[in-house]
């Protein structure tokens, strides 16, 4: 018998409440299959950090490794100074487990309705990168609230770093039916950076021969995504372009509640990190209102990750099914959604 | 008798074909006025590069800077290395002159199809930073093509430049009925740039009390981009996130066939530069297909800036009973769109 080591990190906000979900699909999913989870909580995020001042801790991070995957619900409240919970603890995580490809898959479901007018079929993945690019930290200033302020952000992008990712993303295009690569930059401009992307996405090339590459300046990105979404298959790009797109990707195949994300440390050297797109929404916190599919979805990832696509299968046609059938209509609270969803998921 | 000095660049790909139908739109509603336009085309781009090795000499920098304002085409070309022609030439210009306010307006005209089901009423300006951020070129690598490369990219933000363009934007929202100014940037991430960003807002609102203000990160910024487009007044942000933003709000409300953008120095110590948000589009360059309604309606900024609002107003009113009647179908070709915007102009 297996048992799974899940770290549960719920989080800020609505955080708690979808993770919850998350973990009834999970359970349910895995029911009869022999594979059982064991899940640690961890109290980390606002209330943490206002108790302690914490905000993740040498201590909870030894702790979290000794885990065989994370799912995390959502950090980031207005009560805690702007970045604080995010680099402290988010990105931390991010970067301290080494999580370089930031997962994004983007479908449009049958029954979703997309803001497009005519969307056309939306089918494609980000593969963002997760570790480097101007997320490192690397920024700083000086003469602070003076008129003479001047605050500068590093970008940060390495040839092991990008390879890596870029080498991810072609395996993931030559497993898909289209096997095409879109890398998505602005090499006319950040030319160091770009560069350095785009000469290590034509050498990976070559180990991926059947694999179509293209190039998107970030700018005209955003615009296929509304005029051509179906133009797109694969896409690798940097953590902050990523950023950017994938939260328009979740828009337009029917808003963040629906997109699911895996932070994945593809080495194994430490556990990966499933989670919604969406962020703490503190403004309907509390309400039951949060619509707890994305981290269902992010289950979907978790448990590909792990070994069991066909648990995967079963939760993505759950959610699917569900999708088709009821519509993504704001009517059930976040509670009903998961009890629906795990109805599906037992069959 | 006023004349005006105008240098044109008409630059790359489809420059040309546009620019020459805006240079008609502008004679046109100049005609009667008593105001003349003196042109001195300058010959920049991709053929003076591949003739010369010049982008953009110290001598055109001083012949441009005697002209009143500027009207640019598209620069860019693939036989060109990426980043040499813009950097060299279109960035080098903003700079030079100090272009400091990126004004890039979005409006759905009436006629015009969006790719947005349900689009409502879309009417906002971009203010984007010009001078400063991730565009300043303050980057490099080492190692270039080594397994150990690493290439950086700076962004620079200081009080003098984030204040300035900040100023500028709360003006304008305080000039519009209204009265909204939205900041987006990523101060959960890029922390120093971003809170700079953060205070500089907060500290100029006190001088435009009437202005409400709101803040957005990018990434949820193209969310409402595409799902509540009408929630935008005024937007006020860095150089690349308005570069993204801008194509999105182009995609929004028609294509950047319609976007107009101005690189102004509202301080007039050098000539400003208007030019379709568009680039050099070589796939269709020489065919006559391109749209020079950008183009056009960025002679309508130009004429604003001159203190001509009048005959603005008539080349806008001309695009918009145009794209009403007509509607934005790619069966004119670039000259007879401009020949029907010149007829509606001249009234
Ligand atoms: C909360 C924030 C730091 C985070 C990011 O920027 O990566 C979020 O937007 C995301 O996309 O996961
Ligand atoms: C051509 C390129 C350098 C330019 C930019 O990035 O500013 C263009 O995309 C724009 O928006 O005017």
Redesign the interface.
């Known amino acids: 018998a297996r048992d799974i080591r899940l770290a549960v990190v719920a989080g800020d906000g609505i955080g708690t409440e979808v993770v919850e979900q998350g973990l009834l699909a999970l359970d349910t999913a895995l029911h009869g299959s022999g594979v059982t989870v064991s899940t640690t909580d961890f109290d980390l995020g606002a209330r943490r950090y206002h108790a302690t001042g914490e905000t993740l801790t040498d201590t909870d991070l030894a702790a979290i490794r000794a885990h065989d995957a994370i799912l995390l619900g959502a950090i980031?409240d207005p009560s805690v100074p702007?970045?604080v919970l995010?680099?402290g603890l988010l990105?931390k995580l991010r970067f301290a487990l080494d999580h370089y490809v930031n997962l994004r898959p983007s479908r449009l479901y049958p029954g979703v309705?997309?803001?497009?007018?005519?969307p056309g079929e939306i089918d494609f993945v980000v593969v963002r990168e997760g570790t480097e690019g101007?997320?490192v930290g690397n920024?700083?200033?000086i003469?602070?609230?003076?008129?003479?302020?001047?605050?500068?952000?590093?970008?940060?992008?390495?040839?092991?770093g990008v390879?890596r990712v870029v080498r991810d993303a072609f395996a993931r295009a030559a497993a898909r039916p289209r096997k095409k690569l879109t890398l998505v930059h602005?090499?006319?401009?950040?030319?160091?950076?770009?560069?350095?992307w785009?000469?290590t996405v034509e050498a990976v090339n070559a180990e991926f021969p059947d694999v179509t590459v293209d190039y998107l300046h970030?700018?005209?990105a955003?615009?296929f995504l509304?005029?051509n979404p179906a133009r797109f298959d694969v896409i690798v790009t940097d953590n902050?372009f990523g950023?950017?797109l994938?939260?328009?990707a979740?828009?337009?195949t029917g808003?963040?509640g629906l997109a699911a994300s895996a932070n994945i440390n593809p080495d194994r050297t430490a556990p990966s990190m499933f989670e919604p797109v969406h962020g703490s929404a503190p403004d309907i916190a509390g309400q039951g209102k949060a619509d707890p599919t994305a981290t269902v979805l992010s289950v979907a990832l978790l448990l590909e990750h792990l070994g069991l696509p066909e648990a995967a299968a079963r939760v993505e046609k759950a959610v699917a099914d569900d999708i088709a059938e009821r519509g993504t209509d704001r009517v059930r609270s976040t509670a009903e959604v998961g009890k629906d969803l795990a109805a599906r998921i037992a069959g």
Chains 1, 2 share one sequence.
């Open positions: 980031g702007s970045g995010e680099r990105l309705t997309s803001p497009l007018g005519n101007p997320y920024g700083g200033a003469r602070v609230g003076t008129p003479h302020e001047v605050a500068n952000e590093v970008s940060v992008n390495t040839a092991f390879e602005k090499h006319n401009v950040l030319v160091h950076a770009g560069h350095l785009r000469r970030v700018d005209a955003t615009i509304v005029t902050l950023d950017i994938t939260d328009l979740a828009a337009i808003g963040i």
